[in-house]
C-alpha cells in the first residue's frame, strides 16, 4: 500500500492523555483580560455567570500540561486519533521533492475538529448542574459540534447562527437539529442585541456571541460556550498537534519545517500547531509555523493588536488581540468559520513575538487548491481549510523550485460536504473575491475601545 492509503495511528500507549498549555513556556507571559467596565484584569468571578469553575481555571492555568479527564477520552476514542495522512498523489501533481502531511479532523461525529472542545466543555457544564448551553456559530461547524456534545450529556442547546450562513447553509442547520440543537437566526428578535440591527442584516460572529451572552447571562441554569478564541479553548483542540507529533514520528520524520493552518478565532490553528511551537521554544525543532486568513477578513495582517471586545454589543471582557474592531461585519464569504473581528489573545500574542507568521489569501486561490486536492487525495475539504492547502500549495511548489525537501504539516480541519454550495459557486464562475478595502477597515478600527 502506497503512503496515501495509510493511516499514521497510534496504540494505546501512545494515546494523548493530557491538553497542552502555551502559556507555559512562552518567553513573556499575554496580557490579562480586562473588565468591561472597571478596564481591571478579570478574575475568576467575573467569569462564573457563563463558565463553570473547572473552565474558568483552565483559562487562568499557567500548568503546561491538563488531564483529559476519562469521560472526555471515552468519547475521544469515537474518532481520536484523527489521521495523519502523506498526500502523495498531490505531491507528484505538484512536482515537488516536498513530503506533505494532512492531519484529518474531518472523521469527528461533527465533521470537524469542533469537538474536541465541544465535548470536555459540555463535560465540565454537566458537573455543576447546568441543564442549557448558549452558542453562537458562523458556517455551523461549532453550532453542530455542540449540539452533539449536549446530545451525550443530557442538556439544551441553543444555537445562534450567522444570518448570511442560516440563510445560504439550511444542511448545516438541519444537521444542528438532527442532533438535538435549537437554531435561530442571527441577528433575532429574541435579544436586545439582536434588535440593534435590522432583521435582515447579514450579521457576524460578534453580534451572535452578544446573543448567546445576554441570554446566558439571564438565567442560572444557562451557561455559555465558546467555540474558539478563549485560552480553555484552544488548551483542548492541543491534542490534534500532539497527536501529529507522535504520528510523524511513526511515519519515520524528525519534525516538520513547515506548519500551516487556517486562522478564524485561532481553535484549529492553535490545536495543531502550539505543541509543535513547544518544540520550536525547546530547541528540538525549528519549523516555520504559518497562521492563513482570509483577505476579507484579515485580522492578524492588517488589523491592530490592542485591546477590542470579543461581540459586538460589548458584553464580553476586553481582551489584548488582532482586530479589525468589534463593529467589523466581513463579507459574506464561503469559509464562514474565518468571519470573526478578532484572533484568539494567545495566537496574537505569539504573532505579536514574531513566534508564528501569518498571510492572508483569496478565496478563489483556495477553491483551486482545494479542488485540486479532492481529485488528488479524494478529500473535499471545507472552505476554511482550503486556506491552509492554498498556502501548502505554494510552499510546495517554491520547493520544487528551489530542489529543497521540506516536510509540510498541513492542518485539515473538517470536510466541505455541507458546504458544496460554496463549491458550485466556485466552479460555475460565481465566486468572487471580496477584499477588505481601507476604508472599512478604518472605519471599523475608529471604534475600538481606547485602553
Not at 161 to 182: C, H, M, N, W
Request: aromatic share 8%; with cysteine; glycine share 10%.
Amino acid at each position: 500500500m502506497s503512503d496515501d492509503q495509510v493511516m499514521f495511528t497510534l496504540d494505546e500507549s501512545e494515546q494523548v492523555t493530557h491538553w497542552y498549555n502555551l502559556v507555559a513556556d512562552l518567553p513573556t507571559p499575554p496580557p490579562p483580560p480586562l473588565h468591561p467596565g472597571t478596564r481591571e484584569p478579570v478574575g475568576p468571578d467575573d467569569l462564573a455567570p457563563l463558565f463553570p469553575i473547572e473552565l474558568i481555571m483552565q483559562e487562568v492555568t499557567t500548568e503546561r500540561y491538563v488531564e483529559i479527564p476519562e469521560p472526555v477520552r471515552e468519547v475521544y476514542r469515537q474518532y481520536r486519533p484523527s489521521p495523519l495522512f502523506r498526500a502523495r498523489r498531490w505531491e507528484q501533481k505538484l512536482g515537488t521533492p516536498a513530503r506533505i502531511y494532512y492531519k484529518y479532523e474531518g472523521v469527528s461525529p461533527a465533521g470537524s475538529h469542533k469537538t474536541n472542545t465541544s465535548v470536555p466543555q459540555v463535560y465540565y457544564n454537566s458537573l455543576n448542574g447546568v441543564t442549557r448551553l448558549t452558542t453562537e456559530t458562523g458556517a455551523g461547524q461549532w453550532g453542530t459540534a455542540l449540539s452533539y456534545a449536549c446530545s451525550l450529556f443530557g442538556m439544551e442547546c441553543e444555537v445562534w447562527q450567522v444570518g448570511a450562513s442560516y440563510d445560504t447553509k439550511p444542511q448545516r442547520r438541519t444537521l444542528i437539529e438532527v442532533f438535538g440543537g435549537t437554531v435561530h437566526r442571527s441577528p433575532s428578535r429574541m435579544t436586545e442585541s439582536g434588535k440593534a440591527f435590522p432583521e435582515d442584516h447579514p450579521g457576524s460572529l460578534g453580534i451572535a456571541i452578544s446573543e448567546a451572552v445576554e441570554l446566558a447571562a439571564q438565567d442560572e441554569n444557562t451557561k455559555y460556550a465558546l467555540g474558539s478564541v478563549l485560552n480553555h479553548v484552544l488548551l483542548h483542540q492541543t491534542v490534534i498537534g500532539e497527536e501529529a507529533l507522535r504520528q510523524l514520528a511513526k511515519a519515520g520524520e524528525s519534525g516538520a519545517d513547515v506548519v500551516i493552518g487556517c486562522a478564524g478565532g485561532g481553535s484549529n490553528f492553535a490545536g495543531l500547531s502550539f505543541p509543535f511551537l513547544r518544540e520550536k521554544l525547546a530547541g528540538t525543532q525549528s519549523p516555520r509555523i504559518l497562521a492563513v486568513e482570509p483577505t476579507s477578513c484579515p485580522t492578524l495582517t492588517r488589523g491592530e493588536y490592542r485591546y477590542d471586545f470579543g461581540d459586538t454589543a460589548g458584553l464580553t471582557p476586553l481582551m489584548k488581540m488582532y482586530t479589525l474592531g468589534h463593529d467589523f461585519v466581513p463579507s459574506p464569504i464561503h469559509a464562514g468559520g474565518l468571519r470573526y473581528h478578532g484572533m484568539a489573545p494567545l495566537v496574537s500574542h505569539a504573532v505579536h513575538e514574531g513566534l508564528i507568521e501569518a498571510t492572508a489569501l483569496h478565496q478563489s486561490e483556495c477553491f483551486e487548491s482545494a479542488l485540486e486536492f479532492a481529485r488528488t487525495q479524494g478529500i473535499v475539504a471545507a472552505p476554511e481549510s482550503s486556506h491552509a492547502l492554498a498556502q501548502a500549495r505554494r510552499e510546495a511548489l517554491a520547493a520544487a523550485e528551489s530542489g529543497e525537501e521540506k516536510v509540510i504539516v498541513i492542518g485539515l480541519s473538517g470536510h466541505g460536504l455541507l458546504e458544496l454550495g460554496a463549491y458550485d459557486s466556485f466552479l460555475s464562475g460565481r465566486l468572487e473575491d471580496d477584499p477588505l478595502s481601507q476604508e472599512a477597515l478604518d472605519a471599523a478600527l475608529a471604534e475600538v475601545p481606547v485602553v
